[in-house]
């Protein structure tokens, strides 16, 4: 099922340098979301958007910025990478609809940072 | 402030065993609720939605009890393929809100 690709799939880089996460979807689904998984801690989101141009925090956001660049496309950036960004990523989908809709996830993105 | 809890397991069961989690949410609220399966360093998957009024599909049955906030799974007849973390997934803003919010996850590993 690779309606939701991520990529790179792992990555392993430097306390201080730009990183960027990139997430495309062939689902046709509006609303495109990040999380990162970390042990003990379950999955966390770090920024949402309901459309192009609509860009939400989550509950993890500082150290993040994201970029919805078309309706299938929206990638994660971290400036400035530090160690405890160490985590699983992932990108997830849904569709529109009131309430809470199911979401699709992508494959995840292992990053680490040294 | 834990709104979605979860029992975190493991449950070690044998091949053939009925297993039941269960799942309590802060907010009642909610609206949505959902089991995911996600095995050991892949992406969550959605296993079955929870409607209130209980839903089955094969051997998963999953309940709503809104009195109680809380929402159960229960797996017949375990493979060795149920082996998993499974979570629990609630939407606790309600009808005006579309964030989900993912319980830690309940680990089963089904022996043979």
């Known amino acids: 099922d690779a309606d939701v690709t991520q990529t790179p799939r792992n990555r392993i880089t430097k306390t201080g340098k730009r990183i960027m996460l990139e997430c495309s979807q062939t689902?046709?689904?509006?609303?495109m979301y990040w999380y990162r998984q970390d042990p003990g801690l379950g999955l966390r989101l770090i920024y949402y958007s309901f459309d192009v141009k609509d860009i939400n925090k989550g509950e993890i956001s500082d150290g993040y910025s994201v970029s919805r660049q078309a309706q299938a496309k929206f990638s994660l950036s971290l400036e400035s990478a530090i160690p405890n960004q160490t985590a699983l990523y992932f990108c997830a989908t849904s569709t529109g609809g009131p309430g809470g809709q199911p979401q699709h996830f992508g494959d995840g993105t292992r990053l680490s940072i040294l | 402030r834990k709104e979605v809890e979860q029992d975190p397991g493991p449950f070690n069961v044998p091949e053939g065993a009925t297993v039941a989690f269960n799942c309590t949410y802060s907010?009642?609220?909610?609206?949505?609720f959902f089991w995911y399966r996600q095995d050991c360093r892949k992406e969550p998957k959605l296993l079955m939605s929870v409607y209130s009024s209980g839903n089955e599909d094969g051997r998963f049955t999953a309940q709503l009890n809104r009195a109680s906030q809380y929402i159960s799974l229960l797996i017949r007849d375990s493979k060795l393929s149920d082996s998993a973390t499974y979570l629990c997934?609630?939407?606790?803003?309600?009808?005006?809100?579309?964030?989900?919010?993912f319980g830690k996850g309940t680990k089963l590993s089904v022996i043979p």
């Open positions: 689902k046709g689904h509006d609303r």
């Open positions: 997934v609630v939407n606790l803003g309600g009808a005006g809100s579309y964030q989900l919010t």
């Open positions: 907010n009642s609220a909610s609206q949505s």
